[in-house]
């Protein structure tokens, strides 16, 4: 009797394990959240967001010199891409766009990513460019002070660099509150689910993985 209810219990766990595995994510298209948009790369060049067109995005909003959250996020982010595998990893682009585009040169965007992963890609570009990315994904940003802070004064991950000829003696920088949303984008551009580093990192490349195989 006892061998035959551990038989019974061992295959409704294997029928459980079965429907875990097999179980879908809800990733209905958010209407109205996401669109197309120019920017400026990391990488200095000029791109539109179609430019990614057949990739899984994971975009998030930020900017350099937010001193707890947004590495908090890049190293969450950095965590999930690495869960992938290469092969995954070729379907996958990572995006982080700044709210602070006349700090965040393509360039110092550029050395901030490269200390989470130099896969990763920034966007900057004008003021204009950034707050219609921000509408876009109905993501919202506030500048904090209208003085800027010495940035001796902020904990950066990477300082700014300079050349000989700048003065960076009374350097300056600006801080921001804004949303911690991730959005996942599927390979047609349309925005499926919005995340958040409390995601579990399992779940949430699991939702890649779904978007992939579509």
Do not use: W
């Amino acid at each position: 009797m006892l061998k035959k209810l551990l038989g019974i219990i061992f295959i409704i766990l294997i029928l459980n394990v079965n429907i875990a595995y097999s179980e879908e994510y809800d990733l209905s298209i958010l209407s109205g959240v996401g669109g197309e948009f120019v920017a400026v790369s990391s990488n200095g060049e000029t791109i539109e967001f179609s430019d990614y067109s057949g990739k899984i995005v994971v975009l998030a909003f930020g900017y350099t010199s937010c001193a707890d959250i947004c590495p908090f996020t890049l190293g969450y982010l950095k965590q999930l891409y690495n869960q992938l595998t290469p092969e995954q990893q070729q379907h996958v682009q990572v995006l982080f766009s700044t709210v602070d585009p006349e700090y965040d040169t393509p360039a110092h965007l550029k050395d901030f990513l490269g200390h989470f992963h130099p896969d990763f890609v920034g966007l900057s570009g004008t003021k204009e460019q950034t707050d219609y990315i921000v509408s876009l994904f109905q993501a919202q940003y506030n500048q904090l002070s209208s003085m800027g802070m010495p940035t001796h004064n902020i904990r950066q991950v990477q300082k700014k660099l300079f050349t000989e000829e700048q003065d960076t003696a009374e350097e300056t920088a600006t801080l921001f509150s804004h949303s911690v949303s991730l959005y996942l984008i599927d390979k047609d551009g349309f925005t499926r689910s919005i995340e958040y580093t409390g995601t579990p990192k399992d779940q949430f490349a699991e939702k890649i993985q779904q978007l992939i195989n579509e």
